[in-house]
């Protein structure tokens, strides 16, 4: 089946959001944030055009569906969009998106964007978004208590170790579990880290082959279960988000956390002493002596291919992902810039460590993105629907969960 095809059908008439007459009015839909997509469209608005922002709902998953509803239906109001990796292909696949200029990809590399961002941002061969900012985890650890536990974080650590550690020295440990995207974030993160996909040949659409079944995902499935059965497992461990994960970390009985980089400004105000405790390192290994393969998010910034003002869009693209307005961005959010240049800005250098910037930047490069696929909402649905919640989850959960995608795809099973 299409993803998006039924998504055209519940589109009706569509109230115009754009200016009529006068400058013309670029409208950006945005994810929620605190501010840096508003500051970033201030600072690119030109005597040509205004740029406003329109905010989407928090969950991606809202976000595509509503943003696709109104590209299915050609809404011409829609000019730029904040886009979510795993969605990407999806709406390239269905010509929502506008292509992008040779001269802006040329930028985009001489800027310094990371590959991971190049590679989310590309289908068919082809850059169809403007990488803006690219987000990776992190295990942000409280100093105090791998202190008391007697662990060396100068080292690379697994899964094993930690959950170890705070089991037995009656702490918890913060991960995103619910039944959502997140939690797919995670197990990707921990089949990527055991050397595996969880499918390979995106390019075959729903003949694409599914692997979440070999050994690696079956060594991602006994990460999961060893926590989801300990001592170090948050009572609402089932629907941890990412918020959630940051009040167990921010707790008395915080130890370990797998969150995002907005993270080390998040408790300065709320929690000074939890903020002077935190300590940072690489995501943990899924296997001893295997790299990791942290998660990999972040923000394409995509072009309308139905805007009435497109050349303008994609001069305003440009400008919105340029190194200034990422590290802007970065640094009235926490959300990282997707270029090297766009790490060099000033008040972000002031307002991060260095080693932990470098962290940011190393993690991105060892990341493992979401498989691009144009798929990849009926497959991460068919992960949480079979891998959720975490405490039923063990040995044959990753075969039952290759069986299931398979039908999925194929119009055999229902989501």
Not at 28 to 42: L, T
Not at 182 to 187: E, K, L, P, R
Not at 243 to 268: C, E, M, P, R
Not at 274 to 287: E, L, S
Request: hydrophobic share 40%; with cysteine.
């Amino acid at each position: 089946m299409a993803p998006l095809a039924a998504l055209a059908l519940a589109s009706g008439l569509l109230t115009a959001c754009g200016s009529s007459g006068g400058k013309p009015e670029l409208v950006w839909y945005i994810n929620p944030d605190s501010g840096g997509q508003d500051a970033v469209a201030e600072k690119c608005s030109t005597d040509d055009y205004t740029i406003s922002t329109q905010v989407l709902p928090q969950d991606a998953g809202q976000q595509r569906i509503q943003l696709a509803r109104r590209l299915a239906a050609k809404d011409p109001d829609i000019d730029l969009m904040s886009l979510d990796p795993p969605f990407t292909a999806e709406f390239a696949d269905a010509g929502f998106l506008a292509d992008v200029p040779q001269d802006a990809k040329a930028q985009l590399e001489d800027q310094g964007t990371f590959q991971g961002a190049l590679d989310a941002a590309t289908w068919k061969d082809k850059l169809v978004v403007f990488p803006f900012w690219s987000n990776t985890q992190v295990l942000w650890y409280r100093k105090s208590f791998v202190e008391k536990a007697g662990i060396d974080m100068s080292q690379p650590v697994t899964w094993d170790q930690i959950i170890d550690a705070a089991s037995e020295n009656d702490a918890k440990i913060g991960v995103q579990a619910n039944k959502y995207e997140g939690y797919v974030v995670w197990i990707n993160a921990l089949v990527e880290g055991a050397g595996g996909h969880i499918l390979e040949d995106a390019g075959e659409g729903v003949d694409a082959k599914i692997t979440l079944g070999d050994d690696a995902g079956e060594k991602a499935a006994a990460v999961i279960e060893k926590l989801a059965s300990s001592e170090a497992a948050p009572a609402d461990l089932s629907v941890s988000n990412e918020g959630t994960a940051g009040s167990t970390f921010g707790s008395d009985q915080g130890s370990f956390l797998v969150n995002w980089t907005y993270i080390w400004h998040n408790y300065d105000d709320t929690a000074p002493d939890v903020a002077k405790d935190i300590g940072y390192t690489r995501y943990p290994q899924t296997v001893a002596g295997e790299e990791s393969r942290p998660p990999y998010g972040g923000i394409g910034i995509g072009v309308s291919a139905f805007s009435d003002e497109k050349d303008f869009a994609l001069e305003a693209a440009a400008c919105l992902v340029s190194p200034e307005m990422q590290g802007l961005n970065a640094d009235l959010t926490g959300n990282m810039p997707a270029s090297t240049q766009g790490y060099e800005y000033p008040a972000l250098q002031k307002s991060f460590p260095a080693d932990l910037l470098q962290l940011f930047q190393d993690s991105v490069d060892a990341a493992a993105p979401r498989t691009v696929t144009p798929y990849w909402s009926d497959v991460s649905g068919s992960i949480q629907n079979i891998w959720h919640p975490p405490r039923s989850v063990d040995k044959d959960t990753p075969g039952r969960s290759t069986t299931f995608i398979e039908d999925v795809l194929k119009g055999g099973d229902l989501l």
